[in-house]
């Protein structure tokens, strides 16, 4: 944690006002936080400790904050606690939420509670030197020894340590529903959208420029729209530069000349359609080269397959192609898609995409829309040089934005901890002790203030030619494996990224079902900033390391 206290913070009547709030309509922190909330401690003395007290043993009774229950605070508040809490301001929170993350204001609690016991002690041990000074040393002693008494270190610790099954609720609430922050489309949200939940350090894992920023900067506008989050560039792209590939993700509006024009962008096609195998005779012509690789690999451009220019791209007619997604998967769990995953053979073709350029009046409207459409959330951008933002760093951020804006994130987008900054290390290996320390802070992060965390790393140069990236392929440090929840690959060969297409694959991860041979095919329409635009399911043989190994 950072060594910045409460105090520099926030004020500690403020501070108090915002714990309070949890208080009132969060029964966890409620009842987590009542048994620490001291009049010798709070800065608002015995009004605070009665109203946290009530708060937290209504809770614990009734199973319910206080405030969701509707009763009169009259009839729940000893007047002194009452008369503190109708003195209270409660400012607005963005998506209208009641309260702030229960996790956050329990660390801000244990922050705010560690500050006010340092700062209460150093005042009493520095009356009692005043004492000392003045002759009365035995008056000194006693009241350094009380104060030592009444405020030693702060901890919780014991708290954290119970009987086996003693919290029953929270073992019954496994069995709730716990749906995703956000979710994909597709076959890559078969993949990923059960991973999306807090408590989870998910890690890209991809080559150099494969699109590992534009598909952070994809998912961050997904989850913007649900949840608030936070996307933190730690050198890779500028603040400016973030803003503006949201802004062409947005609007499919170039910012600036150089990428607007007319692109090719890949779209799904049934390789039924293009071999004439139609199980259900629902296709169309069938095209003279039957495999998309074939016409890639002998040179043939995107652009020139969309408009039927390239050798081969035509139907067995002459006809211009045109690709079939009659049985795409929508991915319903229906019994209907079922029978569409069955006849479904995953394929792609190309047709071309104007993109013009942004100016000031598309740009206002893609903001008011963006905003309209993410009040349960909204994006947070911060920027940093490479190897300046520290673990410590991202929690300072989080603090702030909490303190300015009462934007509390729900989601972190880091892009990406390659190139956060690395803490000393031992001399024989900094880099491998300095990674290593960078990846445990983050699942910390993740862990204790239970957000969703996603960020990316890169391939070292066992990955050069590969079809699908595996473990040993992880370039800086394997501690990122060893510390994430989940690890997904970005695999793409020559003819691929000719393509603009890319395999997403589920390498490994804690829970859940997962098999690497089983993957995504991802279209990649890089030039509106979307890593993600449609995903279809492939199968692809991974070959065994094992005898790779033996050679």
């Known amino acids: 944690m950072s060594n910045t206290t409460a105090s520099d913070i926030i004020a500690p009547a ?12 969060d029964k966890a922190f409620a009842v987590w936080f009542a048994p620490f909330a001291k009049r010798a401690v709070l800065f608002n003395g015995a009004r605070g400790e009665d109203f946290f007290r009530q708060c937290g043993d209504f809770s614990k009774a009734h199973r319910t904050a206080p405030g969701e229950c509707q009763d009169n605070p009259a009839l729940m508040l000893t007047p002194i606690a009452l008369d ?29 509670l560690a500050s006010r016991h340092n700062t209460l002690l150093a005042e009493q ?7 000392r000074q003045d002759g009365d040393g035995v008056r000194a002693d006693r009241l350094a ?3 030592r008494k009444a405020f030693s270190s702060f901890t919780d610790a014991a708290a954290n340590c119970r009987r086996v099954m003693d919290d029953i609720d929270s073992l019954l609430a496994l069995a709730e529903s716990n749906p995703p922050l956000f979710t994909l489309d597709g076959e890559a949200g078969r993949m990923l959208n059960h991973r999306l939940k807090p408590d989870n350090l998910g890690i890209l894992l991809g080559d150099q420029k494969i699109g590992k920023t534009t598909d952070l900067v994809s998912l961050a506008v997904l989850s913007a729209r649900s949840v608030p989050t936070l996307y933190v560039s730690t050198g890779d792209e500028t603040q400016i530069k973030i803003d503006a590939r949201v802004a062409t993700n947005l609007a499919c509006l170039a910012t600036q000349p150089e990428y607007a024009g007319t692109f090719a962008v890949p779209v799904p096609d049934c390789a039924h359609n293009a071999n004439g195998t139609c199980p259900i005779n629902m296709s169309g012509e069938p095209r003279q080269v039957k495999d998309w690789k074939c016409l890639i690999a002998d040179g043939a451009k995107p652009a020139d397959l969309a408009d039927g220019s390239a050798d081969g791209s035509r139907t067995v007619s002459g006809g211009l192609y045109q690709p079939c997604c009659r049985c795409f998967p929508k991915n319903d769990g229906t019994k209907e898609d079922a029978e569409r995953r069955k006849r479904w053979r995953s394929a792609v073709w190309w047709r071309t995409l104007d993109i013009g350029l942004h100016n000031r009046a ?28 520290t673990v410590e760093g991202l929690l300072d951020l989080l603090d702030t934005l909490d303190r300015t804006e009462n934007f509390v994130p729900r989601v972190i987008i880091l892009d990406y901890a390659d190139l956060m900054k690395q803490e000393a290390g031992r001399d024989t290996d900094k880099d491998h002790d300095g990674m290593r320390r960078i990846w445990e802070g983050l699942r910390g992060i993740t862990s204790t203030l239970q957000i969703l965390l996603i960020t990316a790393t890169q391939t070292n140069g066992e990955s050069d030619g590969a079809e699908t990236m595996t473990r ?27 393509a603009k297409v890319k395999r997403l694959s589920m390498l490994f991860a804690r829970e859940g079902a997962f098999d690497p041979e089983h993957q995504a095919l991802c279209c990649q329409w890089q030039e509106v900033q979307d890593g993600f ?17 033996k050679r």
């Open 84 to 112: 503190w809490f109708r003195a209270m301001t409660f400012a607005p929170l963005p998506g209208g939420r009641p309260c702030k993350p229960t996790s956050w204001q329990m660390e801000k609690a244990r922050k705010y």
């Open 145 to 147: 020894t009380e104060a």
């Open 472 to 498: 040993r392929m992880i370039g800086r440090s394997k501690k990122a494996g060893d510390n994430c929840t989940w690890l997904a690959t970005l695999n793409q060969t020559v003819a691929e990224r000719r």
């Open 533 to 549: 635009a449609f995903s279809m399911p492939i199968f692809c043989k991974i070959k065994n390391e094992g005898q790779r190994d």
């Open 362 to 389: 598309s740009l206002i409207d893609t903001r008011a829309r963006f905003e309209m459409s993410s009040t349960g959330g909204g994006l947070r951008t911060a920027a940093y040089r490479a190897g300046e933002l």
């Open 14 to 25: 403020d501070m108090e006002n915002d714990l309070a709030r949890s208080a009132w309509f």
């Open 125 to 131: 041990l520095a009356d009692a030197e005043r004492i």
